[in-house]
């Protein structure tokens, strides 16, 4: 079945421009979703958009509104919005080339899969596709989705293109702010040699397919088993809290360099009672 599309428009790259299509990289099925129900009636819990004074408001009457000052707005109607002449509503221009290891992840959002729109699109898309594996790079640009202007990162993934929307510099928390109070007083060199230990003693490949949601396995469990027999006992077990453990302690351990234990004591003989000597 083909990927239903919510984005067409074109890929850009001074003078070559190809149309292309973007569908969404994840997969929301797999996403444990609820909704809020009355619990007399089971029915489900619908919202009302009110105004104060106003009571309910239907939805052809409901504006956007851009708040200048408390409680002053400038209102604009969709099709004012929609007249914004953004070259970025219908084209990803990729203005610039930088290593993909240079981005920090904390600036990646949303992933999208990037395809041709068309067979005519097709050998122009791989050669940028091929080029970009080539050179380890992955092309910076903009696009506007859902009414926001988006940075955007473009970069070669398997036998196709990955875009993922990034947030702004100005979106971003500054690190050294943030951790401004942790201690920076010179750390025991015996801790740090058995943490790189233990990191490389588990270090391998990352293979996603080893990690499962178990939260959402529990959850789809706990919904069969309700619909099978209608009430589930719930396990009221206790949990303990967790021993304080010295950390270095802790390290040793999970390195594997716990302190032997002392071999047990020996059981005493039995003590002989002396024997008598005979006399000549």
Request: proline letters at 4%.
């Amino acid at each position: 079945m083909a990927e239903r599309s919510f984005w067409k428009g074109q890929l850009r790259l001074s003078l070559v421009t190809i149309p292309v299509r973007m569908v969404s990289a994840t997969n929301a099925d797999a996403e444990i979703h609820f909704h809020q129900l009355d619990r007399s009636s089971k029915k489900r819990i619908r919202y009302v958009k009110t105004a104060p004074g106003v009571g309910e408001v239907a939805n052809e009457n409901i504006v956007k509104g851009f708040e200048v000052e408390p409680g002053k707005y400038v209102t604009l109607e969709d099709d004012e919005i929609d007249s914004l002449k953004l070259e970025t509503r219908h084209t990803i221009e990729l203005t610039e080339f930088v290593e993909v290891c240079e981005i920090d992840p904390l600036y990646f959002d949303r992933p999208y899969y990037l395809l041709p729109d068309g067979e005519v699109a097709e050998e122009g898309y791989r050669v940028i596709r091929d080029a970009l594996r080539d050179e380890k790079k992955a092309g910076i640009g903009q696009l506007t989705l859902r009414g926001k202007e988006n940075l955007v990162a473009l970069k070669c993934s398997g036998d196709g293109l990955l875009l993922e929307t990034m947030r702004y510099e100005s979106e971003i928390k500054e690190a050294d702010d943030v951790f401004s109070k942790i201690g920076k007083s010179k750390l025991r060199g015996d801790l740090v040699d058995m943490a790189r230990e233990l990191i490389a003693k588990r270090s391998t490949h990352f293979e996603p397919a080893k990690f499962k949601n178990h939260y959402a396995y529990a959850l789809r469990e706990l919904v069969q088993a309700k619909l099978k027999n209608g009430k589930v006992t719930v396990d009221e077990e206790k949990h303990e809290k967790a021993p304080v453990i010295d950390f270095m302690e802790a390290l040793r351990n999970s390195v594997g360099k716990g302190g032997k234990k002392p071999a047990a004591a020996k059981p005493k003989a039995a003590a002989k009672a002396p024997t008598k000597r005979k006399r000549a």
